[in-house]
DNA sequence: TATTGTTATACTCTATAACTATA
DNA sequence: TATAGTTATAGAGTATAACAATA
């Protein structure tokens, strides 16, 4: 693996810094106030991908099983998902998100937007691009 | 305030949740594994600003007044940092870097190069230069 | 009175280790 | 034997409330 160039390292530098710092702001900004940023990240998840057992949610909120399983009970007692048998094998369990989680999503898209726009709406028309472009690539960043 | 447009939208959720997944992620990449994120952060802070009060730390990592007052203990206590009195109030106390703190950050910087490259690596040219671009923005984005 | 920082305490989230059930 | 999920337990990090010292 080559080093990276001082132009690369300081962009990787401040991408690590801003990611924690803001990570930090957001964890504050709940739309649901009973639901922690990683209920409302599986949430995300499951209404894109549908369904997934809790094992491929733990691996893709890069969490731990047992965390996940907490995770899940908590959703289910919230009445935002429901568990399933899964149907050709019987360790695993089938996670779905209710009409109800799909609603509290929709409802908290005004709210959550509300923050963010207050600090994006600081930014200049460049900026903004910018950052925008980087959105889908900072999203299959945390994917891989 | 005005709405956003609907890949402003799209583009607020994806940085949102992208951010919370690789937050999770850079904090299992401790260069020093005996300094928790924030402390990393701080040093960074330091390392930019000089100096800060505890209550500027507190304000500039979005942190309550009691947790900066521990970390800076704890900092203290690996001896990367100086707690000394404020020269015009005496409430106030002055924080600044150590030498030692210093060489730590440099030393660091190329396993936390290793780590981000490897994800960083799997981008094509045109993906990561849309990250690069938008790191200074991020970083902005944070400080607001 | 207001502000800076600290102490005491509790809570939330996550991890590891050990266990159960199924493949 | 290996895998999916769970239970029990511990630890890290942060917050809130109450307090001390200084402005």
Known sequence: MPDLSQGDEAAVNALRSAVMRLS?????????????????????????????????????EHV????????????????????????????QKVVTQTEQAEAMLEES??????????LTGQLDEDEWAKLRAAAPVLEKLAHI
């Open 24 to 60: 930090r702001r957001l964890k504050h900004q709940r739309v649901d106030e009973s639901l922690s940023p990683t209920e409302m990240s599986v949430l995300g998840t499951l209404a894109r991908c549908g369904r997934a057992t809790p094992g491929e949610l733990a691996r893709k």
């Open 64 to 91: 731990q099983p047992p965390s996940m399983t907490r995770i899940v009970a908590l959703l289910e007692g919230k009445g935002l998902v429901r568990l399933e048998p899964h149907p050709d094998d019987r360790r």
């Open 109 to 118: 898209r005004r709210r959550r937007n509300a923050f963010l726009a207050t």
